[in-house]
């Protein structure tokens, strides 16, 4: 059975949220769809980066009315108040939403990976509509928890999966969908982060350093072990420490991983294993240090049959660091692999291409001619913001959300969970939601928070 949210963590949440959450009424996620000419009332939460280009896109379909990041400065509030001047400002999303709590209609969440889960899960149980950046959360339980969540609230979400709304992702599941390469058994996806600092020139925590006056370091820190502020960790080399990031793996997984596990219906995997490496050849002992991810892994899933045993078992191995699939033989001239994509290996032929909704391309050449009787199947997207914009005012879930991202960001971060254990084939029981034959892994599945941090 999946694990019930736990109780005391609920209560640990701070008293001005939990007397929202035992006095407001069902308003916000009710609202849309009773009024389907009124603008959303938005709210975004992590404005600098991909959540600056997020809540612009919200603001182009409704209005925007609070925004909240840890970083006053440019490149956080300060930079996105002059977008937004009539916004209100927050540094904290807890005060946010025990503020303007009845006001706010859906939230964006683009902080980094590990407050996702605690933002989210306090937005839908007020009942707000959430978009969550990819990965959706930091651990595999919180996965769980905000897939559980949004089925519980009926309030419409979305993960930040833009590829999902390209036409070339569902081209290329209705290509696979065809049979047209076969059946397929083994598919390999890759990306050529990490771009930035961890493994092995970065293996100790930095010194530290002044924290600037624009930045909120315990908002920053949020339900993660608390340690003192440097340059290292914000603005973006977050991604590479374990406590903040999921590594090249949950940076581009969700991008990647999601075309095979949409095209071949793969559920949850039955087990995992990954390698690292720090020199790129894979010779070495499968060594990790406790604070940064390594410099490139390979990472096997195993899937079991599905569809009745229509659809075989598929194995998928996963690359990064540099690490790429073997080059396919059918490829000639001009053809190469991209630097971040999918291949799947067929019985009669291959298909690869890039993340994001890339655009299939067939091996061999003849198969390009026959794909051209393959008819559409799947209706095509009015764009990936506005498919959750839609649903939120109509109710209907767009592709990617909870329902599916949750656990599709489950099978990722198997994989990141596996990079604790290099070298261990980690068997999987998704029910049960634990690894069955490494039991010291299991206190990965999701860490403990910090005081007055909670799901």
């Known amino acids: 059975m999946h694990p019930p949210l736990d109780r005391r963590s ?67 509030l300060g930079g996105k108040a002059k977008k937004f001047p009539m916004a209100k400002q927050y540094v904290d999303f807890r005060k946010m939403f025990d503020e303007l709590g ?49 089925r519980k609230y009926g309030v419409c979400t979305q993960m930040g999966n833009q590829g999902s709304a390209e036409n070339g992702l569902r081209r290329g599941v209705e290509l696979i969908q065809s049979g047209i ?68 793996l949950g940076d581009m997984g969700c991008h990647i991983i999601d075309h095979p596990v949409w095209a071949l219906k793969l559920g949850a995997p039955t087990s995992v294993e990954s390698r690292v490496t720090h020199d790129g050849t894979l010779n070495e002992k499968n060594e990790l240090n406790a604070e940064t991810f390594p410099k490139a892994a390979i990472i096997t899933y195993q899937f079991p049959a599905r569809d009745g045993g229509k659809l075989p078992p598929v194995t998928m191995t996963w690359y990064d660091g540099g690490l790429m699939p073997p080059t396919p033989g059918e490829m000639s001239g001009d053809q190469r692999l991209p630097d971040n994509g999918v291949l799947y290996v067929g019985s009669k032929g291959k298909m690869y291409h890039s993340s994001h909704g890339g655009m299939p391309q067939l091996l061999p050449g003849e198969l390009v001619e026959q794909a051209k009787s393959v ?68 206190q990965y599945i999701h860490a403990e928070y910090r005081m007055g941090w909670s799901l």
């Open 181 to 248: 390469i076969g059946p397929v058994k083994e598919v390999h996806v890759w990306t050529n982060r990490p771009i930035w600092p961890q493994a092995p020139k970065v293996t100790q925590r930095p010194p530290e350093e002044d924290c600037p006056k624009t930045v909120h370091w315990e908002e920053f820190i949020g339900p993660a072990p608390m340690r003192p502020y440097a340059k290292g960790y914000h603005p973006f080399a977050w991604r590479g420490w374990w406590d903040f990031g999921t590594g090249a």
């Open 102 to 150: 009845k006001q706010i209609d859906a939230v964006t969440i683009s902080t980094p990976d590990h407050t996702h889960a605690p933002a989210a899960v306090m937005a839908m149980r007020m009942k707000k509509h959430a978009y969550v950046q990819k990965p959706l959360t930091h651990s595999v339980f919180e996965a769980r928890v905000l897939r559980d969540t949004a």
């Open 375 to 442: 008819a559409p199947t799947m209706e095509r997207s009015p764009g990936h913001y506005e498919e959750w914009y839609q649903a939120c005012k109509s109710g209907k879930l767009p592709a990617a959300s909870f329902d599916y991202s949750g656990p599709m960001t489950e099978t990722v971060l198997l994989g990141v969970l596996s990079l604790r254990a290099p070298g261990h084939r980690l068997l999987w029981d998704s029910a049960e939601l634990k690894v069955t034959n490494h039991a010291v892994i299991n």
């Open 10 to 76: 609920f209560l640990g949440a701070s008293a001005g949220a939990l007397g929202y959450f035992f006095t407001a009424d069902a308003y916000s996620a009710m609202r849309a769809a009773d009024s389907p000419n009124e603008k959303l009332r938005f709210a975004g939460i992590g404005v600098g980066g991909k959540g600056s280009s997020d809540i612009d896109h919200a603001g182009n379909l409704g209005e925007v009315i609070a925004i909240c990041d840890i970083d006053e400065g440019e490149r956080g």
